[in-house]
């Protein structure tokens, strides 16, 4: 009798979990259910399907209706390499861009070296600009491949030209997962906006049991002028602390054109990665 109940009692459970596959073509790590039309809409807004597959129900049902058409993709790939002294103090911190292969078949390192320590982390940024019903959206999102030793305030944006400005909400996302269980947040230290370009800074996730972790930053823009646009840029960019830092100073950055623009004064806490730059021709 109490094995019969409890069957019972399961199916109870698994009866809506079963109804909710049944009703929808794809169902996400959150139980947000969409048919196949509205996940492919998705990828041609720039959601990747890593995005997609832990896409909260509000962010769904911000973009279900938006009808999108990929304009223009491109990812770049990059490695930090950060020495240590023998207290674990930071001598030095140095980006360089690499080929898809060699970010493919790299792994994080923590080596010795003389008198003390070096380390590497791997991380993608992807930018795209999608046309979205009568605007284009600029979207970037970075990736981390192995997991920055370093968790404080990071910098993300992207900057464009003066053709175009901003004419909708900034929407920001942060997604990790440790223990296979992952999370959402939405949260964000301060943001930046400027006629040339638009940024948030945002803290990490300070477990060490994390296992992935994104970001991601997008918006819609309009036409400046009433004539003809033949040419646009996203120029995604990414600043990652390679040094803890204060939230109040984690806010003194713009973005511009070319990307994320540190004050003077914190420039020696971040990275500096070359923009992943998206180009659209044609005819708007």
Not at 34 to 41: A, F, I, L, V
């Amino acid at each position: 009798m109490k094995k019969k109940l409890f069957v019972l009692l399961f199916a109870l459970i698994l009866m809506p979990m079963m109804t909710l596959a049944d009703e929808y073509d794809y169902v996400n790590y959150f139980g947000v259910g969409m048919s196949k039309e509205q996940y492919n809409n998705l990828l041609e807004l720039g959601f990747s399907e890593s995005e997609i597959t832990y896409m909260s129900e509000e962010e769904f049902n911000a973009n279900k209706d938006v009808v999108g058409k990929l304009e223009a993709d491109v990812t770049n790939y990059y490695v930090n390499v950060v020495r240590y002294d023998i207290t674990g103090k930071i001598v030095s911190s140095s980006d360089m861009q690499i080929s898809k292969e060699d970010y493919m078949n790299s792994d994080n390192l923590l080596m010795p070296l003389g008198d003390g320590l070096v380390g590497t982390s791997y991380k993608e940024m992807r930018t795209t600009i999608a046309k979205a019903d009568s605007k284009y959206r600029y979207k970037v999102n970075l990736k981390w491949k192995t997991m920055p030793a370093t968790r404080s305030y990071d910098i993300i944006g992207i900057g464009f030209e003066p053709n175009v400005y901003l004419n909708s909400d900034i929407n920001f996302q942060q997604k990790y997962c440790s223990l296979n269980i992952c999370k959402t947040n939405t949260a964000i230290n301060s943001s930046s906006v400027n006629p040339n370009g638009v940024g948030v800074s945002f803290l990490l996730p300070s477990s060490k049991e994390i296992t992935s972790m994104e970001s991601t930053l997008y918006f819609d823009v309009s036409k400046v002028i009433s004539g003809t646009i033949k040419l646009m840029t996203a120029y995604g960019d990414y600043s990652h602390a390679t040094k803890k830092i204060a939230g109040g100073a984690a806010q003194m950055f713009a973005v511009n054109q070319a990307g994320v623009d540190l004050s003077t004064t914190i420039e020696d806490y971040y990275d500096a990665i070359d923009s992943a730059a998206a180009t659209w021709s044609g005819t708007w």
